[in-house]
């Protein structure tokens, strides 16, 4: 039989993939072997699963994740499933790039002024905004803002041009919203302003009435103005996170749901009391549970997961309180799985939503798959 398969340093040979690595894809399970000696443990390898190890090699070769891997090779002939994987992690791709691109300006910039502090100038923004639409950002994100003093750099919202649309991002690490205003034309990139919480509530209240509003942003402080009313105020000279990587989902499942509906089910449903707050306390959570068919519930606290369900738990509040930011009428919720942050969407708006991130709760959310 042995002389029909390939032993581990032969596929070692062919593919490129050291005989440790070939090791590591056996106990991954992603590429076990065909045969394995119960003498010596030697590892034999089937002739179509040489062809298996190439394409393992070259979705190495471009990054692809070992649940990527495992997912592509895995993947039933002829579902498209495969393709979707590489597709979705071609697009991350893309967008890492486009994330290098737009930080590498900005670090030009800093080059420039460091070079020539004597000529170097804050950099100020000038835009036009639409005041309704920037008091619907403010609501759709504020939920979200950091209140830990010990975190200062995440004590408000930041404020940044991208394109030709002006974004609004809050998180305290546990959850993170972001909201975005339309622009009339696209601005030459600049970096983003951090706008301390109470900054940011005067400005919404400036906006309560009015239809339009003229922001400045940049040179240490930020100023807004409609009509003849105007609030201004410093901005901390701190670098926000790298919030772009958490926003490059891959879900499972996208489940389209009435507001109305999702919030009387998380009210009227279980809950688990959990040490998963901010501070480590206790706090309410919330399983929500998904079926092979799409529907959406929040399962007893005693029911086994069904055949094929998706599970994910979430800090209870922190949900209610996404639910209520802007007040939508229906929402679009995507599940990545129960390790995977919860995206929750608004229809027609796709640059705004927030994300709630999931609680590893095995003995809740254990997936029957």
């Known amino acids: 039989m042995e002389s029909d398969l390939h032993s581990i340093g032969e596929l070692a040979r062919a593919t490129g993939l050291g005989v440790g690595t070939l090791r590591y894809y056996d106990g991954a399970d992603v590429l076990a072997p065909a045969h394995v000696d119960p003498q010596t443990g030697y590892r034999w390898y089937g002739p179509r699963q040489l062809a298996d190890a190439r394409l393992l090699a070259r979705l190495r ?22 393709h979707r994987v590489v597709d979705a992690h071609l697009r991350r791709l893309e967008d890492g790039l486009a994330d290098a691109r737009r930080e590498l300006s900005l670090i030009r910039t800093l080059i420039d002024q460091r070079e020539n502090p004597m000529t170097a100038a804050p950099a ?12 619907a950002a403010l609501d759709a994100v504020r939920f979200a803002v950091c209140a830990d003093p010990e975190l200062p750099v995440l004590a408000g919202v ?6 030709a649309a002006l974004r609004l991002v809050a998180t305290d690490r546990y959850r993170m919203a972001l909201a975005e205003v339309p622009l009339p034309t696209t601005p030459e990139p600049r970096a983003g302003t951090i ?18 509003a003229e922001l400045t942003l940049g040179g240490g402080f930020v100023r807004i103005e409609t009509g003849a009313h105007r609030i201004e105020g410093a901005t901390p000279d701190l670098d926000y996170p790298d919030y772009r990587v958490l926003t490059r989902l891959d879900p ?21 009391t959990l040490p998963s707050g901010p501070d480590g306390a ?9 079926t092979p068919d799409g529907r959406l519930a929040v399962p007893p606290a005693d029911a086994d997961p069904t055949p094929g369900e998706l599970r994910v738990a979430v800090n209870r509040t922190f949900l209610l309180e996404a639910l209520d930011a802007g007040r939508p009428d229906q929402l679009v919720l995507e599940l990545g799985g129960p390790i995977a942050p919860l995206a929750i969407r608004t ?6 939503f927030s994300m709630l991130m999931p609680i590893r709760v095995p003995e809740l959310v254990r997936s029957t798959e």
């Open 195 to 212: 706008v301390p919480t109470a900054l940011a509530d005067a400005l919404r209240a400036l906006l309560a009435d009015a239809t339009e």
């Open 347 to 352: 229809p027609g708006r796709d640059g705004t």
């Open 282 to 290: 206790d706090c309410a959570v919330t399983v929500l549970a998904v």
């Open 252 to 272: 499972l499942h996208r489940v389209d749901i009435p507001a109305a509906d999702l919030r009387g089910a998380v009210e009227s449903g279980a809950t688990h």
């Open 124 to 135: 100020e923004l000038r835009l036009t905004v639409p005041a309704p639409a920037l008091a």
């Open 61 to 82: 070769r471009v990054g692809l994740p070992l649940a990527g891997i495992r997912a592509v090779l895995g993947a039933a002939p002829g579902s498209g499933a495969a």
């Open 158 to 163: 930041l404020f940044e041009v991208d394109g």
